[in-house]
């Protein structure tokens, strides 16, 4: 059974500061990976997603992550945080073959004049 | 082109009423997958379908919950004799295909049941 964590349930972080929030995963077989965020009172938008191939992601607003199979790992960084990057992050892993995203219970970023 | 469209966008129930959400997808998409968000939680998967086929309702709860795509028109997840435990945040989502496409999101129904 596959499982996603999201080990820092809050993250304040000053505006200007690097940031970095963590996710681990299991699962028995190869996955897909996924950043998505949630502002207040609307729904989630896609960051990035690893798929295969190079293991550094871009994604948008200047968002990246990396994936790192021997430590099940695929935290997301940014080098310098915006107030407007405050929101709920969401790490996902798909199965390869599945239809349904499976979500960590979320990380809510706050950032700091 | 308009985004994955919810309605309504908060809805109250009392015990034992039925709650009907609506989820239009993106135009083009024939995918929609219907997640439940329950406070300080991550989205969980309830279902999916293609148009007039559920595909997987491997996360749907057995009783009371149901959902359809027709030919025509959005899809609905129907919730029959509300409970208090159903309040939520229900998300939908729809895709061009399944698999590796992306999935995009709607801004979600509110459902309170009191």
């Known amino acids: 059974a596959q499982s996603v964590t999201q080990l820092d349930s809050q993250v304040p972080v000053f505006e200007e500061a690097p940031v970095e929030l963590r996710c681990n995963y299991s699962s028995s077989v190869s996955v897909y990976l996924f950043w998505y965020v949630q502002y207040p009172n609307q729904g989630l938008q896609l960051l990035l997603k690893?798929?295969?191939?190079?293991?550094l992601v871009k994604g948008i607003n200047g968002f990246e992550a990396e994936f790192n199979k021997s430590q099940t790992s695929f935290h997301l960084r940014k080098p310098s945080v915006h107030i407007s990057d405050t929101a709920e992050y969401f790490c996902?892993?798909?199965?390869?073959?599945?239809?349904?995203?499976?979500f960590g219970t979320g990380t809510r970023l706050t950032v700091i004049p | 082109n308009a985004g994955v469209m919810q309605n309504p966008r908060h809805l109250v129930r009392r015990r034992g009423q039925e709650a009907r959400l609506r989820c239009s997808p993106m135009k083009g998409h024939s995918h929609v997958y219907w997640y439940r968000q329950l406070p300080e939680e991550g989205l969980k998967f309830m279902v999916y379908?293609?148009?007039?086929?559920?595909?997987?309702e491997s996360g749907m709860p057995k009783e009371r919950f149901s959902a359809e795509f027709p030919k025509e028109g959005p899809s609905i997840l129907r919730i029959q004799q509300v409970v208090r435990g159903d309040s939520a945040a229900y998300f939908c989502?729809?895709?061009?295909?399944?698999?590796?496409?992306?999935?995009?999101f709607g801004p979600g129904t509110r459902l309170t049941v009191t």
């Open positions: 379908l293609q148009k007039e086929n559920i595909i997987d």
């Open positions: 996902a892993v798909s199965e390869t073959g599945a239809n349904n995203l499976f």
């Open positions: 690893y798929l295969s191939g190079s293991t």
């Open positions: 989502a729809s895709s061009l295909g399944g698999g590796t496409y992306e999935q995009y």
